[in-house]
């Protein structure tokens, strides 16, 4: 078990350590230093997650040559992100297919490490997993890649100037967002940076912030988790329709207190710092409809992927077949953004099937609108839109529909087939 008094006494010296860089440091060593806090304190902490709580000293806990093996992979792993430096550098302004190398090198490295791992286990022979994952690669390289991918279409845009090496890397390994988001641009990152100040992100209000995220991710969660899938369905014993309804709901319930809760103390302790971060949730559970659903739910994620999938991609078939097939370009892209996002979250079939639901939510509403539209004219179609009752059950019906697709995401072959079993036995 990993010591939790001690990460908590590593996280407070990062946050002291960030601040005094951020506001004291001379202009020159600002970034540089701010990259090497960030580095090292993402060295400790996976450290720490490895420290047996029992022995006073981690180094005897963990033994020398295992830490030694873990500042080399961190070290490893730097090479690898600052690799992405050197191509976005000289890539990202040049013209036809070459600054695609440097949009697709961090998802080159989060497939290789996520997907690939045959490629470069014999590379580590000799390295428990364990050693491997907290260390130099699934840690923060998800969200990592598509940060880092999305800085190279800021500076072809010219949205962002070039950055430099420690600016890059500080951007990378900014700790309190590596490993689970939000999804901060590197142009919204940068702009709170340079004019990072307590006024910006007051203390108070950021420790509250922590401490509401902690008691959804440490309280909240573990509790509605009682009452998921996991909860009810392994028992071995017969399960009725009402039982699914409650693990339905109530997983759902722990995704949002899991994740959300994760995110508020990612952004309150990037505010201690004097950083904001991008918000990731604003409450989903009152979305009307699928679509809006995802402007509510990861909107780091849902701004990532409309930007670098379904802009593109919807485009590009409408520039190809023309204005008259529009909405089935739109269900294209649709379709194509939910494969990408399920296929992130998993390559089993289950993860796709998920994503697929979503899409089909979506492109379900986009006519649906449309039709609405026709039928009541723009000043019906806006009193029905405005009805709150409308709005009420569409909620409802909205919260059902996510519920249910959430079975999917959280459930194996293996496990949902146990779950049918369990079903078909309570009939």
């Known amino acids: ?55 006073p000293d981690p180094i ?59 490629l470069w286990e014999p590379l580590v022979k000799g390295i428990s997993w364990d050693d491997w994952v907290l260390t130099a690669t699934i840690v923060g390289i998800s969200y990592m890649a598509f940060r880092l991918s999305y800085l190279v279409l800021e500076i072809r845009n010219e949205v962002v100037e070039m950055p430099s090496l420690s600016e890059y890397l500080g951007y990378a390994f900014f700790l309190p967002t590596i ?27 950021s420790l509250v912030r922590i401490c509401v995220g902690a008691a959804k991710f440490f309280f909240l969660a573990n509790l509605a988790n009682q009452l998921s899938y996991n909860g009810i369905f392994l028992d071995g014993k017969p399960h009725g329709l009402m039982d699914l309804a409650v693990a339905s709901i109530f997983y759902y319930l722990y995704l949002f207190c899991n994740f959300a809760g994760f995110c508020d103390m990612a952004i309150g302790v990037a505010a201690l710092i004097g950083i904001r971060v991008k918000e990731n949730f604003d409450n989903p559970f009152a979305a009307r409809n699928v679509k809006e659903f995802w402007n509510r739910w990861h909107i780091t994620l849902s701004e990532y992927v409309r930007d670098v999938v379904f802009t593109p991609v919807s485009m590009g078939l409408i520039r190809r077949f023309g204005v008259r097939y529009t909405n089935i370009s739109i269900s294209i892209a649709i379709i194509a953004v939910f494969l990408v996002i399920g296929v992130w979250h998993g390559l089993a079939l289950h993860y796709i099937l998920f994503g697929l639901v979503h899409a089909a939510g979506i492109i379900a509403n ?28 569409a909620m409802v019906l909205t919260f059902v529909y996510v519920a249910a697709s959430f079975a999917l995401f959280a459930n194996s072959n293996k496990m949902l087939g146990l779950i049918a079993r369990a079903l078909i036995a309570g009939f």
């Not at 689970?180 to 910006?200: C, M, R, T």
């Open 1 to 55: 078990m990993p010591n939790l008094p001690l990460i908590l006494l590593a996280l407070i010296a990062y946050v002291g350590c960030a601040r005094l860089v951020l506001w004291s440091a001379d202009r020159k060593l600002r970034l540089p230093l701010f990259a090497f806090v960030n580095i090292a304190g993402f060295a400790l902490l996976t450290l720490l997650t490895r420290y047996d709580e029992w022995l």
């Open 60 to 118: 005897l806990s963990l033994g020398v040559h295992a830490v030694l093996r873990h500042l080399l992979l961190i070290a490893a792993y730097v090479l690898a992100i600052a690799i992405g430096y050197f191509l976005l550098r000289q890539l990202a302004k040049r013209q036809g297919i070459l600054p695609w190398l440097a949009f697709f090198y961090p998802i080159l490295l989060l497939i290789v490490f996520r997907y690939l791992s045959f």
């Open 179 to 205: 490993v689970i988001g939000p999804i901060s641009p590197f142009a919204f990152h940068q702009s709170s940076l340079n004019s990072s100040s307590e006024d910006a992100t007051p203390m108070g209000r």
């Open 366 to 393: 986009h006519y649906f609108t449309i039709w609405m539209k026709a039928k009541l004219g723009t000043a019906r179609y806006k009193a029905y839109n405005e009805n709150r009752y409308i709005n009420a059950a």
